[in-house]
């Protein structure tokens, strides 16, 4: 087993207890097997494409055998990532495999991948809504990313994190913490950043590569949902359609990002951005400033993520779905001003 980072700043990142018996079934099951599938949820963001390739490149490091299938396309800012084009997408999972292992999902449903049922699967996760479905489940809450603990991972495995899987680390990190911004940012997440850079991650370049390389189509659908923004005390929120999509020329992807212009408002503790799926449906992205748990509101909803970014879907048409979150977030909010401590008014 490699270096013992409990004794570490970069080790202590994403929790106390480094050698705990999830990782350690982990590290035993890539000792034991040989040919892994690699995946993670839908919808894919920065933490689950920025690990699932550092993983793969661990896997193959190892001299195993690792295949990353995932059910939507990667995201434009994540394409320069290296090694990204051996990422396939599909939506059903064929072949035979030592083990699964799955990414960032409360469920295999969240991979939204077919054909994993009755396959050995692992399970890495740091989300609050974190569920232990796998033969194999990690889950630390603490990790800021679930690329610190890939990272803890390849300590453990005594592999080398080479310039690439720090690039992918960092990018992973960079993107789960709001660029170090959320709550639970701390001097160890400041650490492990430090070593991914002495290992070869280019911040500068990554955030280049991430914050300023949107098509033009997600600034006119940004203008379209600012243009339905509403406030009302310390919650605002704001919504795009299919026709408002259509019009932008934009993809799925354009509406990442879009509920942190929201939450950027100053006097505002939560906020939602709606936007319409072609079924109908409305996928939700919730964040707050760390008073206000949108985890809470999105498990109410079968979603789920952390206290202060989470997300769920809720069925249309536009009026329905906004009066239920809208019901639930004033009820969150009201339960935040009455903490003990909080002194905010509604």
């Not at 997600?218 to 999509?245: F, I, P």
């Not at 989470?310 to 009820?331: D, F, K, V, W, Y």
Request: aromatic share 6%; proline share 3%.
């Amino acid at each position: 087993m490699g270096q013992d980072l409990s004794q570490t700043d970069a080790g202590k990142e994403a929790g106390s207890s480094w050698l705990d018996s999830g990782l350690l079934s982990l590290h035993d099951l890539i000792l034991q097997r040989d040919r892994f599938l690699v995946s993670a949820h839908a919808r894919p963001d920065g933490d689950a494409i920025g690990s699932v390739l550092a993983l793969s490149m661990l896997l193959r490091q190892l001299g195993k055998q690792a295949e990353v299938v995932l059910a939507d396309p990667v995201p434009v800012i994540y394409r320069t990532l290296p090694c990204v084009g051996t990422i396939r997408q599909a939506d059903r999972v064929a072949g035979r495999y030592d083990a699964v292992i799955l990414l960032e999902c409360d469920s295999i449903a969240r991979s939204r991948l077919g054909n994993l049922e009755g396959r050995f699967l692992a399970n890495i996760d740091h989300h609050a809504s974190g569920r232990p479905f796998a033969d194999i489940n990690w889950i630390d809450t603490s990790a800021c990313a679930v690329g610190a603990m890939v990272f803890r991972l390849a300590q453990a495995a005594g592999a080398e994190v080479t310039p690439e899987i720090a690039t992918c680390l960092y990018t992973a990190m960079l993107t789960d913490t709001g660029s170090f911004s959320y709550a639970g940012t701390d001097a160890q997440t400041f650490a492990l950043a430090r070593e991914l850079t002495e290992r070869g991650a280019d911040p500068s370049r990554i955030a280049q590569d991430i914050y300023f390389s949107n098509p033009a189509s997600k600034m006119r659908l940004l203008a379209a949902a600012l243009s339905n923004l509403n406030t009302e005390g310390r919650l605002a929120w704001a919504w795009v359609t299919q026709a408002d999509m259509a019009r932008a020329g934009a993809a799925e992807e354009d509406c990442e990002g879009g509920v942190n212009y929201l939450i950027g408002i100053v006097g505002i503790d939560a906020a939602v951005f709606l936007r319409e799926l072609p079924s109908g449906c409305f996928r939700l992205s919730l964040r707050s400033k760390g008073r206000v748990n949108v985890a809470r509101v999105a498990e109410s909803f079968s979603g789920g993520g952390h206290q202060n970014a989470s997300g769920c879907t809720l069925n249309g048409p536009l009026s329905a779905a906004m009066e239920q979150i809208l019901h639930q977030l004033r009820a969150e909010l009201a339960r935040s001003a009455a903490a003990p401590g909080n002194h905010h008014a509604f």
